[in-house]
């Protein structure tokens, strides 16, 4: 069964940084993709940033420039570096794996709080 953990969350101040990592171990799927997203309190999950299998790179528009993802497919191993952190980035951070069938597997969350 696929276990897909994140660590490096924490609590940081306005225009910090943090590396947040995710690891999926007994995965038995071929990765498509790597993905990031964020839920805020209150609010819904929203997508972050994502990497295909052919290394191409999407953002949103909160997280172009300031963002980076990279990951290793052969080693199940995503980032997500976080610079120039503002208070309205606190929210639980999510990795997800796509598929072939698109379809995405969870990581359990990983707290981001951004104190001004």
């Known amino acids: 069964q696929v276990k897909i953990l994140e660590s490096g969350g924490g609590l940081v101040q306005t225009g910090g940084s943090l590396r947040l990592s995710c690891v999926a171990s007994?995965?038995?799927?071929?990765?498509?993709?790597m993905a990031w997203y964020r839920q805020a309190s209150g609010k819904q999950r929203e997508h972050v940033a994502l990497l295909t299998s052919a290394g191409i790179t999407n953002y949103s528009d909160s997280a172009k420039g300031r963002f980076t993802i990279s990951g290793d497919i052969a080693a199940n191993t995503m980032y997500l570096q976080m610079n120039s952190l503002k208070t309205d980035d606190t929210a639980v951070y999510y990795c997800?794996?796509?598929?072939?069938?698109?379809?995405?597997?969870w990581g359990q969350g990983t707290q981001v709080t951004v104190s001004s």
């Open positions: 007994g995965a038995t799927f071929k990765i498509g993709g």
């Open positions: 997800a794996f796509l598929d072939s069938l698109n379809e995405l597997h």
